[in-house]
Each structure stands twice: as structure tokens, then as C-alpha cells.
T-cell receptor, first 113, second 115 residues
Framework: EPEVTQTPSHQVTQMGQEVILRCVPI?????FYWYRQILGQKVEFLVSFYNNEISEKSEIFDDQFSVERPDGSNFTLKIRSTKLEDSAMYFC???????????FGPGTRLTVT | SQELEQSPQSLIVQEGKNLTINCTSS?????LYWYKQKYGEGLIFLMM?????EEKSHEKITAKLDEKKQQSSLHITASQPSHAGIYLC???????????????FGQGTILTVHP
């Protein structure tokens, strides 16, 4: 069964460093998303992406964040200068359309020290 | 107030018992999704409901979306230890479904099933 994969599973970085989180969406999906979940809190939407453009972003998704589809299979989230409060589990998801079910990856746990 | 509120926050049941988890919104739900999460892991898709009055079942889990599309319930029949985990409802509560896939999530319900 096709699934969304994410790498790395855990990333530790120092405050101020840049990190890139990688995702491989399900192959026939064209709509992609990033969410995050701070420990003990709700899952929060960050951004949706279609046709090489951001479709929707939340207030969390400020200038420190960017997304890219560098090739036909990967979808990345970059955080330019990490802060302590960026520590969270980051989930990638994909779907066949905006109104279809979203399938989530296993997540990348980002720890900023 | 919370945009999407789940109740109860946690639930402990004996194996074999039935249970219900609710998800309530103050706004119209244009798409309602149920996911299961194990602690520290990803979200596993269970079911999606879009039409008022819709009901879907998968194995021993049934989900309903009420006619007014502001509340959903997830019902598990004859619970098993494998049902244990965190159940999350997620919804498109944008205006007219134009939220470009943005899902708003409830805080989750932690289910424990004792054998």
C-alpha cells in the first residue's frame, strides 16, 4: 500500500541553524501539506501546496519557513534559522485533491537546542 | 473557544465494551476526517465524511456526521486492545470549502482498552 515517507525521523539542531525536512508523498497525489504538533498540543496546519505554488498558509508559516518540490518525488520544508519554539513533530501529508482524504507520513521529530 | 472540540479528552474501557467519541464545531464542517495516532507517531486515516447525515463503517468503527454538519461521532463496537490510541478529528471549516486543504484538528481523545 502506498504511503508517505519522511526523513529524517529525528533531527537535532542548534538554535539559528537551518534545517530541511524531507517528504516523499504518495506517487499519484498532487496536493501536499505540512503540519506540526508541539508535544502535548494539537496538530496545526502550516501550509498547503499545489502546482508548485503555496495555496494556503497559516500565521505560523512566516518568512523563516519555505517549501519546495525540488523534483518529481520530493517535497521539502526548510526552516532558515531555527528557534527553540520550532521544536515539534513535523508531519507531511498528501492527497489527490484538496477535498480528498489526506494521508500523513510518520513525522520528523525536530529538537532545537 | 476551541474551533473543534472533542469529548471526552480520555476514555478507559474494558475490552469488549462499546464507546463513542464526539467532535463538535461551532462552524459548518465541509469535510470531517477521523484519524488515529499512536503516541509519537504519525496519523492513520480512518474515515472521511462530507455530507450531512452521512455514516461510514470500517470493521468495528462507525463514524457519523450530523444533518447540520456541525458534529461528528466515532463509535467503536466491542473494543479491543488494538483500538487503543489517540483519536483525532480534523475538519475543513473554511468558508464554502475553499480552505485549500487546511485541516483544523481537535485536541484528541486518548483511548485505553484494558484486556
Amino acid at each position: 500500500e502506498p504511503e508517505v515517507t519522511q526523513t529524517p525521523s529525528h533531527q537535532v539542531t542548534q538554535m539559528g541553524q537551518e534545517v530541511i525536512l524531507r517528504c516523499v508523498p504518495i506517487s499519484n497525489h498532487l496536493y501536499f501539506y505540512w503540519y506540526r504538533q508541539i508535544l502535548g498540543q494539537k496538530v496545526e496546519f502550516l501550509v498547503s501546496f499545489y502546482n508548485n505554488e503555496i495555496s494556503e498558509k497559516s500565521e505560523i508559516f512566516d518568512d523563516q519557513f519555505s517549501v519546495e518540490r525540488p523534483d518529481g518525488s520530493n517535497f521539502t520544508l526548510k526552516i532558515r534559522s531555527t528557534k527553540l519554539e520550532d521544536s515539534a513533530m513535523y508531519f507531511c501529508a498528501s492527497s489527490r485533491a484538496f477535498t480528498y482524504e489526506q494521508y500523513f507520513g510518520p513525522g520528523t521529530r525536530l529538537t532545537v537546542t | 473557544s476551541q474551533e473543534l472540540e472533542q469529548s471526552p479528552q480520555s476514555l478507559i474501557v474494558q475490552e469488549g465494551k462499546n464507546l463513542t467519541i464526539n467532535c463538535t464545531s461551532s462552524k459548518t464542517l465541509y469535510g470531517l476526517y477521523w484519524y488515529k495516532q499512536k503516541y509519537g507517531e504519525g496519523l492513520i486515516f480512518l474515515m472521511m465524511l462530507q455530507k450531512g447525515g452521512e455514516e461510514k463503517s470500517h470493521e468495528k468503527i462507525t463514524a457519523k456526521l450530523d444533518e447540520k454538519k456541525q458534529q461528528s461521532s466515532l463509535h467503536i463496537t466491542a473494543s479491543q486492545p488494538s483500538h487503543a490510541g489517540i483519536y483525532l478529528c480534523g475538519a475543513d471549516i473554511g468558508a464554502g470549502g475553499t480552505s485549500y486543504g487546511k485541516l483544523t484538528f481537535g485536541q484528541g481523545t486518548i483511548l485505553t482498552v484494558h484486556p
